[in-house]
């Protein structure tokens, strides 16, 4: 499907899909403060919201969004006949919204009603982080009560705190990237485990880890790609593990432990490597989109926290197979790309799987178009059975 363009207004956009996959429902809440860049969901939902829908991505409460504001600064002339000439600069902000009611899970209004209002997000609060340049990216605490939020800002990296009925953002912590040259974070991830205590962001071609409790440097990973880093995301199953991609179409797998080499590297796309995705469930399944317009799903199960599978137990074996010892040693399933989807004629510019159903997952492509795919049944059976 196609995302709304054309609108008047900037928008968040929402899908809905049934446990098939099939979009059921879709639409948007206008969005006030200019063109948005990222929407990071804030907290997760229940169980039961999550049985209830199947959003895409599924919104919480409360949303964060970076998104570009023009500031003009005209200059006065002398001469009143003179041409005014105006300087504008785009600033990338973050701020934290209000989905509308009825959008929240458990409303009775059906998403895709199309005799129903149009719906505007409600403004929270900003992230007043501007003093310390345009915002890169916003990540939120992966578990707890939803009230903390990092922020990538040029060279810096704010912790918020957001306090009761998140009206205000108060600024907790920060650091700073110490170097020649304009340092500028471009991507950032918390991880879900130490307590929520690490955080691990990317410039340039280096990757560095961060303690959230006294903003300190804990790892580094110089040159980590030969060029450019995108996107990065944790390991929800192995604490010490994180992916990385990047400008030099690789997808690296580290052990934070060791930093000194990749435990794995792939080479499966041929341009620049936008995003990268761990499944929340089975952590096996790794998710990549390109700019070579492709979405790979790859079995990284050698670094997985299930590297042999589910083994056969020896008493279901049939007297024909005890009678064959050297059958029963079974070898670790091998690394693979389970498949390679091009539904895209564009740069695809985020990959990312469904909260509520773990074979689900969803592309979007620099042309506005958004693709929902499922996993191989056969893969799904061989991973559950």
Request: hydrophobic share 35%; aromatic share 8%; glycine share 6%.
């Amino acid at each position: 499907m196609k995302l709304p363009q054309g609108s008047a207004l900037p928008h968040v956009g929402y899908i809905h899909a049934d446990l098939g996959g099939a979009l059921i429902g879709e639409g948007g809440a206008a969005h006030l403060a200019g063109a948005g860049w990222s929407v990071p969901a804030g907290g997760p939902l229940s169980l039961q919201e999550r049985e209830r829908w199947r959003v895409w991505p599924l919104p919480a409460i409360i949303q964060s969004q970076c998104h570009a504001e023009t500031r003009e600064c005209t200059p006065r002339r002398a001469d009143p006949g003179a041409r005014e000439a105006s300087d504008s600069k785009v600033l990338t902000c973050a701020a934290v919204w209000r989905m509308p009611k009825e959008l929240e899970p458990g409303s009775h209004e059906s998403p895709d009603d199309s005799s129903s209002p149009a719906h505007t997000l409600e403004l929270l609060c900003h992230l007043d982080d501007t003093a310390h340049g345009s915002v890169a990216c916003v990540v939120w605490e992966p578990t707890g009560d939803g009230r903390r939020v990092i922020s990538l800002a040029d060279s810096h990296i704010l912790l918020w705190d957001l306090q009761e009925s998140s009206s205000q953002a108060v600024l907790a912590g920060s650091a700073s990237l110490e170097g020649k040259g304009q340092l500028k974070f471009t991507a950032g991830r918390w991880s879900p485990h130490h307590t929520c205590t690490q955080v691990a962001t990317a410039n340039d071609t280096t990757i560095r880890g961060w303690d959230t409790r006294s903003m300190s440097q804990i790892y580094c990973i110089e040159n980590a790609h030969g060029q450019l880093v995108r996107d990065l995301d944790f390991n929800p199953n192995k604490q010490y593990y994180l992916a990385s991609c990047g400008d030099d179409c690789k997808v690296k797998f580290w052990d934070t432990r060791n930093v000194t080499e990749p435990v794995k590297t792939l080479e499966e796309h041929s341009h620049w490597v936008w995003s990268v995705r761990y499944n929340h469930s089975h952590d096996q399944l790794v998710l990549t989109g390109s700019s070579d317009s492709r979405v790979i799903l790859s079995n990284m199960v050698s670094i997985s926290s299930e590297p042999f599978g589910h083994l056969v137990d020896d008493d279901d074996l049939s007297d024909q197979e005890e009678r064959r010892p050297e059958e029963k040693s079974q070898e670790p399933p091998q690394d693979s790309v389970i498949a390679t989807y091009e539904e895209h004629e564009d740069s695809v510019y985020a990959v990312d799987w469904s909260s509520a159903d773990p074979w689900l997952f969803a592309s979007l492509s620099y042309d506005g178009r958004l693709v929902i795919n499922r996993v191989p049944r056969a893969l799904k059976y061989h991973i559950l059975l």
